[in-house]
Structure formats: structure tokens, C-alpha cells
């Protein structure tokens, strides 16, 4: 198969909560005091978000231009669109404000953009899947930066990189197609008294997602479900709506957090979809968050 493919990374942002068992705050900053007794995740846009967890504050691939700013990926659909497709609910500076390091789960431009890489102080510590993303973001100026492996501290917090696969088998036989999906993780948090949080990350479901849902056990799952494709292929290169049904099915006691929905331009499900899925399927605990929104678990 011919493809026609140049540059490519990856996806989306959110919307609603629906049904219960976390309890949405208002939109604005996270705070320590929100997350007191629980967790504390706050979606900004596509993957990006800010996580309160064991005395931290995480931000998750951030993804942080304004709207419009770049091309949309070649070879993908709806290419012709400029991404981010929507602005973000608050300034780059309000989501930057408080964070006590940052996760990369790959160095795709929708996960870790230029405008990241110019506002983000060079000293904050951050957290990648491997050394070749660690010397990616070290040639950036960034000084911390520091490889997830099984446990790894950050304060009490403890952090496990997770498996996952930007796509599926058949894309990853084309050496092209392969090298331009390349490798993303998910990420586990976990600290003493509280909720064990499970980021997916960019994957479509295999044996790795089944292998940390097995191991984990988490209570909170945050799920990137805009099934994101290329004009080369049909299938997904991450999650979509029937994924979430599975997730619920998987994971029956979890809390589950859908995004990386309508932010770029190769995202095939908007959270007007997921929320429809949602309600359609009657699945309860499942969350769309709206941008600026912060829920409590």
C-alpha cells in the first residue's frame, strides 16, 4: 500500500459529565484544597490536562497554541483544518500555574507543542516514555527530565509507564507508517490513600491495556477517545466510542474520563458522539469533560 503520508501526530479535547462518582468543581484552577480527600483531574484541551494527585500537580500533555496555529496533519483527514481546532478554556499561563512537573506520553505536536516547549520553564521536571523522547526534550533547553520506568517517585507519588500501540498491527507493518506512529505510553499513579489513576494514552486496545488494567486494578481511568485516522487506513490509530463500552465492561468499579476529542483535525469522534454513546449504552460513571472542568474522585 502506497502512502502518501509526510508528518503525523496525534489527538482531541472535551465536553460534559455525565452520570456520577466524581463530582465536577467549577471551571478554573485546580487547587490543592479540590483534591483534598481524592483526585483532581482538570481538562484543558485534546490530551492536555492538569492532575492533583498525592500532593502534586501534574500537567499531561500539553498542547498549548492558540487555535489555528499550525497545519493540519498531512496525510491524515481533514487535513485542510488548522489545529488546535478550538481554543483552550484558559490562558497557557493559568494552565501552567501551580504545576509541580509535566508528563510526555510522546512528542507528538498535539501532546508536547513548540508553544510547550517555549513556555514551560526550563527547570520543571519532566516525565517521558523513553531516552529517545528524554533526549528529544533535553536538546529543547528542559534540564529535569527524567525516563517513567515501574515505580518511579516523584515526591509520594509513585509513577508506572504503561504499553500501549499508536495503531493497529496492519499499520505497523508499514516501516513508514510505523516510524511516523511510533511509540507512546500510558502512565499509573498511584500514592498511599489514594485512587490508583490509570492514563491511558494514545493506543488503540491490546493485550498491554488488558495487562495494566489486570495489574493496576486502577479506579480512574482517563481514556484518549477521538479515534484519530489517516487517509491511508480505515481502523483508528487510537480509541473510540465502542472502546469505552469495553472499558466499562473491563474496568466495572472505574471511574472512566473520555478525551483527545474535537481539538484536531484527524479526530473522528467529538464528545457530542461520546456523550450520545454514552447515553445510548446507559453507561454509568463515564465522564466528558467540558475544557476548564475539574472532577473530584
Given at each position: 500500500?502506497?502512502?502518501?503520508?509526510?508528518?503525523?501526530?496525534?489527538?482531541?479535547?472535551?465536553?460534559?459529565?455525565?452520570n456520577?462518582?466524581?463530582?465536577?468543581?467549577?471551571?478554573?484552577?485546580?487547587?490543592?484544597?479540590?483534591?483534598?480527600?481524592?483526585?483532581?483531574?482538570?481538562?484543558?484541551?485534546?490530551?492536555?490536562?492538569?492532575?492533583?494527585?498525592?500532593?502534586?500537580?501534574?500537567?499531561?500533555?500539553?498542547?498549548l497554541?492558540?487555535?489555528?496555529?499550525?497545519a493540519?496533519?498531512?496525510?491524515?483527514?481533514?487535513?485542510?483544518?488548522?489545529?488546535?481546532?478550538?481554543d483552550?478554556?484558559?490562558s497557557?499561563?493559568?494552565?501552567?500555574?501551580?504545576?509541580d512537573?509535566?508528563?510526555?506520553?510522546?512528542?507528538?505536536?498535539d501532546?508536547?507543542?513548540?508553544?510547550?516547549?517555549?513556555?514551560?520553564?526550563?527547570?520543571?521536571?519532566?516525565?517521558?516514555?523513553?531516552?529517545?523522547?528524554a533526549?528529544?526534550?533535553?536538546?529543547?533547553?528542559?534540564?529535569?527530565?527524567?525516563v517513567?520506568?515501574?515505580?518511579?517517585p516523584?515526591?509520594?507519588?509513585?509513577?508506572?509507564?504503561?504499553?500501549?500501540?499508536?495503531?493497529?498491527?496492519?499499520?505497523?507493518?508499514?516501516?513508514?507508517?510505523?516510524?511516523?506512529?511510533?511509540d507512546?505510553?500510558?502512565?499509573?499513579?498511584?500514592?498511599?490513600?489514594?485512587?490508583?489513576?490509570?492514563?491511558?494514552?494514545?493506543?488503540?486496545?491490546?493485550?498491554?491495556?488488558?495487562?495494566a488494567?489486570?495489574k493496576?486494578?486502577?479506579?480512574?481511568?482517563?481514556?484518549?477517545?477521538?479515534?484519530?485516522?489517516?487517509?491511508?487506513?480505515?481502523?483508528?490509530?487510537?480509541?473510540?466510542?465502542?472502546?469505552?463500552?469495553?472499558?466499562?465492561?473491563?474496568?466495572?468499579?472505574?471511574?472512566?474520563?473520555?478525551?483527545?476529542?474535537?481539538?484536531?483535525?484527524?479526530?473522528?469522534?467529538?464528545?457530542?458522539m461520546?456523550?450520545?454513546?454514552?447515553?445510548q449504552?446507559?453507561?454509568?460513571?463515564?465522564?466528558?469533560?467540558?475544557?476548564?472542568e475539574?472532577?473530584?474522585?
Open positions: 500500500m502506497a502512502l502518501s503520508i509526510k508528518y503525523l501526530p496525534f489527538l482531541l479535547t472535551g465536553a460534559l459529565a455525565l456520577a462518582c466524581a463530582a465536577p468543581v467549577s471551571s478554573g484552577q485546580i487547587s490543592a484544597a479540590a483534591a483534598e480527600n481524592g483526585v483532581a483531574y482538570q481538562h484543558i484541551r485534546n490530551a492536555t490536562a492538569k492532575i492533583r494527585y498525592g500532593g502534586k500537580t501534574f500537567l499531561i500533555d500539553p498542547y497554541a492558540a487555535k489555528g496555529t499550525y493540519g496533519f498531512e496525510g491524515t483527514v481533514n487535513s485542510r483544518l488548522r489545529n488546535p481546532l478550538i483552550m478554556p484558559v497557557a499561563n493559568e494552565v501552567m500555574q501551580g504545576v512537573a509535566v508528563i510526555v506520553t510522546h512528542t507528538h505536536d501532546h508536547w507543542d513548540k508553544a510547550a516547549q517555549q513556555l514551560l520553564p526550563k527547570d520543571l521536571p519532566v516525565f517521558v516514555q523513553n531516552a529517545g523522547d533526549k528529544i526534550i533535553r536538546e529543547q533547553g528542559f534540564k529535569d527530565v527524567r517513567v520506568g515501574q515505580n518511579t516523584f515526591g509520594e507519588v509513585r509513577l508506572s509507564k504503561t504499553g500501549g500501540q499508536h495503531g493497529t498491527d496492519e499499520m505497523y507493518a508499514h516501516p513508514q507508517m510505523a516510524e511516523l506512529l511510533g507512546a505510553m500510558g502512565v499509573v499513579l498511584q500514592a498511599a490513600n489514594q485512587k490508583t489513576l490509570y492514563v491511558v494514552g494514545d493506543t488503540v486496545w491490546n493485550s498491554r491495556v488488558d495487562e488494567l489486570a493496576y486494578r486502577p479506579q480512574v481511568v482517563v481514556m484518549n477517545t477521538g479515534l484519530a485516522k489517516t487517509q491511508a487506513f480505515a481502523d483508528g490509530i487510537i480509541m473510540g466510542t465502542e472502546d469505552v463500552g469495553k472499558m466499562r465492561q473491563a474496568a466495572p468499579d472505574a471511574a472512566i474520563v473520555t478525551v483527545h476529542m474535537d481539538a484536531v483535525n484527524h479526530a473522528t469522534v467529538t464528545t457530542k461520546m456523550r450520545g454513546y454514552v447515553k449504552h446507559g453507561l454509568k460513571a463515564v465522564f466528558v469533560p467540558r475544557g476548564g475539574v472532577l473530584k474522585f
